[in-house]
């Protein structure tokens, strides 16, 4: 069974600090891994998906990176703002099922 | 706008009462998820289908339900049988977007047993 884990749990950091958020599977066999956020009572936005075969993906300030054989993700969020602040969760696909980690909630103090 | 809708956005239930919570897509996806959340917990699957008329338990299925009669909806019903259901509910499709699989959510259901 994929296990999935974030760390760490949660995180503050001031505002302009560059963020990094930490990924681990158990199963290296997965089709991609997608990360999203979640504002407090609502649903998930995706923000990047990495296939198996990439290495990273870019979009504006953030940047995830994938190494499959050792089992690890991390997004790289680049100078913060209040409004990053949210729960950063990563999800991988293998067997046909997304399996999730805890999340990580990330507050950007101004 | 392609996406996917939950309905209701909140949603109240009696003890002994089943009640089915809506999920709809647009995205022409195959595959369909149910997942619950918990305070300060992370995401347990529920169901999930892979194709119409067919689904398969998740991790947490006692006590649920579910059908997929057509490929766009993808209803989850809470029975009785679930103890606890007072929770946060997502439900998700996954399918092919710009090269890759992608799985996109909705805006979630909120249940309370009242």
């Known amino acids: 069974k994929q296990e999935v884990t974030q760390i760490p749990a949660a995180l503050s950091v001031p505002e302009g600090e560059n963020l990094v958020l930490n990924c681990s599977f158990t199963d290296s066999a997965i089709y991609n891994l997608q990360w999203f956020r979640q504002d407090p009572g609502k649903g998930l936005t995706s923000l990047l998906l990495i296939q198996s075969s990439q290495r990273e993906q870019t979009s504006g300030r953030l940047n995830a990176s994938l190494d499959k054989s050792s089992g690890r993700s991390t997004l790289y969020i680049a100078a913060s703002q209040p409004g990053d602040s949210a729960t950063y969760l990563c999800a991988v696909i293998n067997d046909y099922k997304l399996s999730f980690g805890a999340g990580t909630t990330v507050t950007v103090r101004a | ?114």
């Open chain 2, 1 to 114: 706008d392609g996406g996917i809708t939950q309905s209701p956005k909140y949603l109240f239930r009696k003890e002994g009462q089943n009640v089915t919570l809506s999920c709809e897509q647009n995205l022409n996806h195959d595959a369909m998820y149910w997942y619950r959340q918990d305070p300060g917990q992370g995401l347990r699957l529920i169901y999930y289908s892979q194709i119409v008329n067919d689904f398969q338990k998740g991790d947490i299925a006692e006590g649920y339900s579910v059908s997929r009669e057509k490929k766009e909806s993808f209803p989850l019903t809470v029975t009785s049988a679930q103890k606890n259901p007072t929770a946060f509910y997502l439900c998700a499709s996954e399918g092919l977007q710009g090269g890759g699989t992608e799985a996109f959510f909705g805006q979630g259901t909120r249940l309370t047993v009242v």
